[in-house]
């Protein structure tokens, strides 16, 4: 039977509960490293060809967008991610630099670039593992799009209005060691989006990835959302929460956050 005549004739949470035997989230770990010893690695290099590839086709104008080295026939807008960058500008004379942790070869960039085109001054910076630097220098930096090897590099180049983590917090091993190193910058925003929450205690499970993207393991957090959101509350107001667009075969929800300074 074809793929999608399944698809559409199983219930959302019965077509979860059946992909979810094979990949997916699985587990909940004592300890990071315990977590990982049970993941079978994946081939890096795979992943950064794939990538790259997906982002050259969106470059050329050959796909829509890319995601997670997949390629799309349309835009999946995460609306409150987007209205929150057109504020920040809105807020800076119509110009905007973001600090985009983790982003890949420019996936938030390809995707929002209708309406960042509409921004008069737009400076991207991607902050990245070594190969994917790389490759976007080679391959796709321009004069709004730029790629560094650590925020103190970033930082030095540009005065940052805003922070991006998009679907990465939940891949560290301490994202909160991370948050504290990003919130003694000091940067004016936050924005967190597509990061999987939990009612209970944090959660370390094993994610799978479906072998249609590539064949790979590794450990992923499911984070306590009151728990993460007081983290902030000290220096930062939450000026918005939404729900992002990711799901998972376990009891969870994905969302977003916008955090703006505390002015003293």
């Known amino acids: 039977m074809d793929k999608n005549i399944i698809k559409d004739l199983l219930p959302p949470a019965l077509l979860r509960l059946l992909t979810g035997l094979f990949y997916g989230w699985h587990g909940n770990y004592k300890s990071w490293n315990e977590a990982l010893n049970k993941c079978q690695g994946y081939d890096s290099q795979n992943i950064i060809d794939k990538v790259k590839d997906s982002a050259l086709k969106v470059k050329n104008g050959l796909a829509v967008c890319e995601r997670d080295s997949l390629i799309f026939d349309h835009i999946e807008y995460s609306f409150p991610l987007l209205s929150g960058l057109l504020h920040i500008a809105g807020q800076n004379r119509n110009k905007l630099n973001v600090l985009d942790f983790g982003g890949s070869l420019g996936s938030s960039y390809f995707q929002n670039k209708y ?37 103190e590099e970033c930082l030095e180049a540009y005065e940052i209005h805003v922070f991006l983590y998009s679907s990465v917090l939940q891949y560290l091993e301490k994202p909160y060691n991370i948050l504290e190193t990003i919130l003694a910058k000091k940067p004016e925003y936050i924005i967190v989006d597509r990061t999987p929450f939990v009612e209970s205690d944090d959660r370390i499970t094993v994610q799978k990835v479906n072998p249609q993207i590539y064949n790979g393991s590794y450990p992923c957090w499911f984070l306590n959302e009151e728990k993460f959101v007081t983290f902030f509350k000290k220096d930062y107001s939450l000026v918005v929460e939404f729900d992002a667009l990711d799901r998972a075969n376990i009891k969870s929800k994905f969302k977003g956050f916008i955090f703006r300074r505390i002015k003293n």
């Open 115 to 151: 309406f960042l085109d509409e921004i008069e001054e737009v400076n991207w910076c991607i902050v990245e593992q070594p190969d994917f630097v790389k490759a976007g220098k080679e391959m796709l930096e321009n004069n709004r799009l730029h790629f560094f090897n650590s925020v």
